[in-house]
C-alpha cells in the first residue's frame, strides 16, 4: 500500500482538514487552559518567598518557552519550504509568526509585571529579558520583510531566509548576552535535577503550556487557512467553495 | 577565480573612489553621530570615558548600517548584478569580494577615525589600541550580515528602514563583545578574551554570510 505523503501539502486538500482540526485543538486549548489556571490559582501553595506574586509565572513561563519554540517550527517550516518549493510550508511560517510575537511580548510584559514586586524594577536589562526582547525584534522584522514584498513568492523564500539567519543568530546573541549581564532566577525547570518547585507548581505550569501549544495549533491553522484563500483566490477549489457558500 | 574576486573587488573599488561623497557620507555620519553625544550628556571627562566604548560602537554600527542600502543598489538598477548571477564563477565569491570593498570603503575608514574621536572622549591610549583593534576586527562582521540584509531587502519599498529592523538585531553580539573590550582594558582587565570572540564572529561571518547573501540575491533578482 502506498502512503500519499504530500497529499495534504496542497492548499486544496489541507483547506478542509485543517478546517476540521480547529475545533479539536481550540476545544484542547480550552480544557487545558481551564485545568491549569484552576490548579495554579486556586491549587498551587503560595510560595514562602515570593507570596502571591510568583503565580504570574504560571502564563509568564509557558510563554517565554512558546515564543522560543514558535520561533523554531518557524524556521522549521521556512527551511522546508525552501528546500522542497512546498507553499503550504512558507504559509504555515507566515501563520506562526504573529503569534510567536504575541507570546514574546506576553513574556515580556509578566516578566515586567513580575519583577516590579521581586526586583523593584519594572525592566532590568538582563540576560533573558534583553534577549526576550531581541526576539521580539526578531519576529517583527520577519513580518515587516514579509508584509513589504508584493510578490507572494519572494515574500516566503526571503522571509524564510531571514528566519535560518535568525535561528543561526539566536543561540550566539543568548550567549553574548548572557555574558555581558545575568541577574535573572535561575531556570526555573532544569532537565536532570529534580525540580526545585512542588509538584502542584510543575503541573500547573505543564498544563499551561499545553494550552498555549493547542492554542498556537488552533490559531496558526484559522491564520493559514485565511492565508490560503487570499494567495489561491483565482484558483478553481477557491472560487468553487466561494460559489458553494453562496448557493 | 581569483582573477574574478579581484576584478569585482577592482571595479567596486573604482566606483566607490568616482563617488568620493558617498565614502564622505559614512565618515562625517559617524563623527556627527558620536559628536552629539557629549552634547546632549555634558562634557564631564569621567562620564565620557564610561560611556565611550558603547557610544563610539552603537555609531559605528549605524554609519556601516546607513551605507548598506547602496551595496548591491546600484547593480541592481543597471542590470550588472544579474550578469553576476549569470557569471560562471560561484555567487559567492563574487559576494564575498562586494562586501569586502564595502568594507575597504565604509568600515575601514571608520576603524582609522575612531582613536580620534576616542581622544574627544578622553579615552587613555592603552584603551584607544584596544578600540582600534576591537574595530579592525568587529566590524567585518558587520559587513557581511549587513550584505544579507541589504540583499533581502533589494528593490523593496521602504528598504533604508527595513534593513535597520532586519540588520541591527542581529548586531548585538559583535556590539557587546567590541564595547565589552574597549571597557575591559579602561578596568584594567585583559581585552584578548573579547577580541577572541570578536574575531569568532567575523570568521563565523565569513564562512555563512556570503552563502546567505547569494541565496537572497537569487531570491531578490528572479
Not at chain 1, 40 to 66: C, K, L, N
Not at chain 1, 96 to 108: C, E, M, Q, V, Y
Not at chain 2, 16 to 27: E, G, I, K, N, Q
Not at chain 2, 182 to 188: W, Y
Given at each position: ?124 536589562w538582563d540576560a533573558r529579558l ?118 | ?38 552634547l546632549g550628556i555634558g562634557p ?179
Open positions: 500500500m502506498s502512503i500519499h505523503w504530500f497529499k495534504y501539502s496542497s492548499p486544496q486538500t489541507f483547506y478542509p482538514l485543517a478546517g476540521k482540526m480547529i475545533p479539536w485543538f481550540a476545544w484542547l486549548a480550552t480544557i487545558f487552559l481551564v485545568a491549569g489556571l484552576y490548579i495554579s490559582f486556586a491549587i498551587a501553595p503560595t510560595d514562602f518567598q515570593q507570596g502571591e506574586a510568583y503565580r504570574i509565572i504560571f502564563v509568564h513561563v509557558p510563554a517565554a518557552w512558546m515564543s522560543m519554540v514558535i520561533y523554531i517550527v518557524m524556521a522549521a517550516w521556512a527551511a522546508l519550504g525552501l528546500a522542497l518549493n512546498a507553499r503550504l510550508s512558507a504559509m504555515m511560517a507566515q501563520a506562526l509568526a504573529p503569534t510567536g510575537a504575541i507570546f514574546t511580548l506576553l513574556a515580556l510584559v509578566t516578566g515586567s509585571l513580575w519583577g516590579k514586586p521581586m526586583w523593584g524594577a519594572w525592566w532590568v534583553t534577549s526576550e526582547l531581541i526576539l521580539l525584534f526578531l519576529y517583527l522584522g520577519f513580518i515587516a520583510l514579509q508584509s513589504s514584498i508584493d510578490d507572494p513568492r519572494r515574500a516566503d523564500r526571503a522571509g524564510a531566509l531571514l528566519a535560518l539567519v535568525g535561528v543561526v543568530n539566536v543561540p550566539i546573541i543568548y550567549f553574548s548576552v548572557k555574558w555581558w549581564n545575568t541577574l535573572h532566577q535561575g531556570s526555573s525547570i532544569n532537565m536532570g535535577a529534580a525540580p526545585k518547585m512542588a509538584m502542584t507548581m510543575l503541573t500547573g505550569m505543564l498544563l499551561m503550556a499545553l494550552a498555549f501549544w493547542m492554542y498556537t495549533i488552533a490559531v496558526a491553522l484559522m491564520r493559514v487557512r485565511c492565508i490560503m484563500l487570499e494567495r489561491e483566490r483565482s484558483s478553481d477549489w477557491v472560487k468553487a467553495l466561494s460559489v458553494g457558500v453562496k448557493s | 577565480m581569483n582573477n574574478a574576486w579581484l576584478t569585482v573587488l577592482k571595479r567596486d573599488l573604482l566606483l566607490a573612489l568616482r563617488r568620493r561623497s558617498d565614502v564622505a557620507t559614512t565618515l562625517f555620519f559617524f563623527l556627527i553621530v558620536s559628536s552629539l553625544f557629549p564631564e571627562p569621567a562620564v565620557l570615558s564610561s560611556i565611550a566604548p558603547g557610544v563610539l560602537w552603537v555609531a559605528a554600527l549605524l554609519a556601516g548600517m546607513i551605507s548598506l542600502t547602496r551595496l548591491f543598489a546600484a547593480d541592481f538598477e543597471d542590470g550588472s548584478l544579474e550578469q553576476m548571477l549569470l557569471a560562471p564563477q560561484p555567487l559567492t565569491l563574487l559576494v564575498t569580494a562586494k562586501v569586502f570593498a564595502h568594507w575597504l570603503v565604509c568600515g575601514l575608514p571608520v576603524v582609522l577615525l575612531a582613536p580620534l574621536i576616542g581622544l574627544q572622549y578622553a579615552l587613555p591610549g592603552d584603551a584607544l589600541l584596544v578600540l582600534v583593534w576591537a574595530l579592525l576586527l568587529g566590524t567585518p562582521a558587520l559587513s557581511l550580515i549587513g550584505a544579507i540584509g541589504a540583499a533581502l531587502t533589494l528593490g523593496v519599498r521602504g528598504s533604508g528602514l527595513l534593513v535597520a529592523l532586519l540588520v541591527l538585531p542581529l548586531y548585538i553580539p559583535v556590539l557587546i563583545f567590541g564595547a565589552g573590550a574597549v571597557a575591559a582594558s579602561q578596568n584594567g582587565m585583559s581585552a584578548q578574551a573579547h577580541l577572541s570572540l570578536l574575531a569568532a564572529c567575523s570568521l563565523l561571518a565569513l564562512v555563512l554570510a556570503p552563502m546567505a547573501t547569494a541565496a537572497a540575491l537569487k531570491v531578490s533578482v528572479e
